[in-house]
């Protein structure tokens, strides 16, 4: 478990985003996506303007560009269904290099790709910047339910303990010279997905009763508890504050 | 299938955010009852389990793999209360980490893959399950009938919320197609893989899976030499012409649904537009990868595979699944009647 503390999107860091309680990110984060959705597709300068806004972000977090647009390669999936909404849309239609598009599935491409590369690209620079309990702690200082927090933390926390069974037991198979090829074999990966599952609930029994023979009654004790001044959240709050503008200059033109 | 930012409009997110939270909220009070105060490790450790197996590729041929949802099978391993929460907390944890799915597109997400997915597939299994004898076959039977219906059931719930809120006018009709007849395929590997792994469990750890609570033998005790809390009598499954009844339903049911989903499928083979479009413009060709490919978001890329011979086996599964849900709730309503004098039958929630 040595290295599952800080989780794979996490960057290590001193910048002034990095300092920041990790609540007023989350509502800054959630609020700019907010925004960015609202804004009318065809101010397409706004976008823009909102991609050099979480840019300033990056630079004030000083996460390199390379590592952010590497990480908004998750969308890729996404920008091929996106591609295809030009053809299959309705309305008028607009010939582009021979290709008869529709001008209104066009902007609709647009409008998910802008908005959703925005989104994912918020996304990212807060997991970025925010340690995984930070996260946690955040999601809680916002009255997200205590249950759902604790289930939340131990899903991140045994998440690669998990994964490291299922690994090992890959390796086991395969050492035994099975490999899967196709349909025939599910019946054996499903057996391992069985015992996974068992582990994983006897796991849960087993740090139950730790937690028990600890004290545990049903909440968890908050030691570190995130406390965030004025300036803190006005400083965080500046990014949605700005796209807010942004977003009503969009409107109003 | 996650859904990102911008794909449906504010206000439908808000409302599909409501809903989402409403359902939470039900949840873990639900949860209380199966997990009570061991709900906090148990739930986190199934959501890690969901997440690792989400991970784990299933061959289908030519190195095209899937992967499990996970939804069906969280509800009849762990009930269906827990199986929502583990399932909305995967949702969300990739929301915020991954930034896999949009976070004003959570609600969605949640409605879509963690409440609809869940409920269906707990209501088809359990009514199964009451129907059918009971035994470990019944169960791992009802498990595929549940998880073959929680995908495409997703894929309308989807659609649904498409028509509302979408915010690119492809016609619904196109979105539909796409979607469900994409998902009625997943959802057979969704159903197999989930069938086979219930299954497992069962053959192991029966007390561990919520949905065969009513399969478990009450345990003997020899104290002083006298059994202690003798099990209850199991009822002796009808022989004869009552199972030859289930076994002829069965089989019935199981013709039909092929008959729906699979002869249909190649009976109507008129292309509509979509397919058409799809077909001139060869994309058709690049983007059946896609539907298969083993990433998390690889729903979406189905939309645009042409599939005007799928809705056709659809609507046929479609219209199997619910002459079959309102023929069980008949024969269940009258069978319990029948069976109440008889003997009480203990089948513990």
Known sequence: ?253 | MHVPDGFIDAPTSAVTGAVAAGALAVSLRGARRELDERTAPLAGLVAAFIFAVQMLNFPVAAGTSGHLLGGALAAILVGPYTGVLCVSVVLLMQGILFADGGLTALGVNITDMAIVTTVVSYAVFRLLVKVLPRGRRTVTAASFAAALLSVPAAAVAFTLIYAVGGTTDVSIGKVATAMIGVHVLIGLGEAAITALTVGAVIAVRPDLVHGARGLQQRLKLRVNGELVDAPTARPVPAAGAAGSHRKLWITGLVASLVLAGFVSFYASANPDGLEKVAHDKGIDRKVEKHASSDSPLAGYGVKDVSDARLSGGLAGVVGVGVTVVAGSAVFWAVRRRRTQDVSPVSTGV
């Open chain 1, 1 to 253: 478990m040595g290295a599952g503390h800080a989780h794979r999107l996490y960057r290590h860091g001193h910048s002034p985003v990095h300092a920041l309680p990790p609540h007023t990110k989350l509502a800054a984060v959630f609020a700019f996506v907010v925004v960015v959705v609202l804004t009318p597709r065809e101010a397409v300068w706004a976008f823009g303007l909102y991609a050099v806004l979480l840019a300033y972000v990056a630079y004030l977090a000083r996460v390199p560009a390379g590592f952010l647009l590497k990480r908004l390669l998750i969308e890729v999936p996404f920008v091929a269904f996106a591609v295809l909404m030009p053809f299959v849309a309705e309305g008028e239609r607009v010939d582009v290099l021979g290709l008869s598009l529709s001008v209104n599935g066009l902007w609709g491409a647009w409008n998910v790709l802008a908005k959703g590369t925005l989104g994912v690209a918020a996304s990212v620079l807060l997991a970025a910047t925010t340690e995984l309990r930070e996260l946690l702690l955040g999601l809680q200082r916002l009255k997200l339910p205590p249950l759902l927090v604790q289930i939340a933390s131990f899903m991140i926390r045994y998440g690669d303990v998990i994964t490291d069974e299922m690994r090992r037991m890959r390796i086991a198979r395969e050492s035994r010279g099975f490999e899967a090829r196709g349909v025939r074999h599910w019946g054996v990966l499903a057996k391992s997905a069985g015992a996974l599952f068992i582990r994983s609930y006897e796991r849960g029994e087993r740090v139950h009763l730790a937690m028990v023979s600890r004290g545990y009654a049903g909440s968890m004790p908050v030691i570190d508890e995130v406390t965030a001044s004025r300036a803190q959240w006005s400083y965080a709050l500046a990014l949605p504050f700005a796209a807010l503008v942004v977003c009503l200059l969009g409107w109003a033109l």
